[in-house]
């Protein structure tokens, strides 16, 4: 490694496969295993509970119970994301720094926002994360971060050969 | 860095100041300097003469000279971006092999087919390479590359503020 040795990588962490190996990926081959002086952040953003007020036509409305258990949903999502990082971090390279950040919004903004805040080194995210619904949504998040961030951006995909693998 | 210490890292390297940045941020971060075993594959793309038939109509034709003249400074680019390009990586890390492809074709293409016959573990790239002009003809070569590609994509992007820097 060379001069940078003060590092803060982003990794933006989702519930997908292809998240956990982007995480290993970059733990295997851009984190320094004998001097690591590096960061590592663990990005999750968390899609807030959408009230549709279209919704409201049809007489339907969302109950304060149904949010309730919606965001409970989404803290739970989070913590499962977040212990499996954790685990990845602590079995490839149990010396590096890890933090953990945790911000509601979409995705593609929020990934954006904290690489831009915490004035990051390099993003590193998976390029299909998310989930196909959210994406067909959202359009591709690593796209949009790419054309986007002004750091390095790592896009890693995950090989369908060991999908077993994480 | 980890287990993977026999990397073939695929730089691809073009005549603008974005290539060599994005060269000169893999050296420094990626590649290992204590135990290098990483092979670094230079990669330049020299986009084909192009005979263009639609001026046929006018009279004029490309005589042979034109076209030797064309292909001889098509032949000096490469060479000037080649020996650029090592001098960084001699500049920066001296121990690391460096291996040169020099290629014809569309840089999307060439690229991308370099990527998989050679089998490498990640391919690095500016985000902004090949020109404006170029670019407004082929699209971004980096977004291009990093839907298409299977191996993890590093897409490099040139700060603002240190132009003057490589």
């Not at 519930?15 to 290993?24: I, P, Q």
């Not at 004998?34 to 959408?50: E, G, M, R, W």
């Amino acid at each position: 490694m060379g001069e940078n040795n003060r590092r803060k990588i982003l990794v933006a962490v989702d519930e997908s496969n292809e998240s956990t190996y982007a995480l290993s990926w970059c733990l295997k081959n851009l984190v320094s295993v004998q001097n690591s002086n590096d960061t590592l952040i663990l990005l999750f953003a968390k899609t807030p509970v959408a009230v549709h007020t279209a919704m409201d036509s049809s007489g339907y409305m969302f109950t304060s119970n149904i949010i309730a258990s919606m965001e409970k949903y989404g803290k739970e999502v989070a913590e499962h994301v977040m212990h499996k990082a954790k685990q990845v971090c602590k079995d490839l390279n149990d010396h590096v720094t890890v933090e953990i950040v945790v911000e509601h919004g979409d995705p593609r903004d929020v990934i954006c926002e904290v690489a831009e805040r915490l004035k990051v080194d390099i993003l590193v995210m998976g390029s299909h994360g998310y989930g196909a619904i959210k994406r067909a949504f959202l359009g591709s998040v690593s796209n949009h971060c790419a054309q986007k961030v002004k750091c390095p951006v790592l896009i890693v995909k995950k090989p369908k050969s060991n999908a077993a693998d994480h």
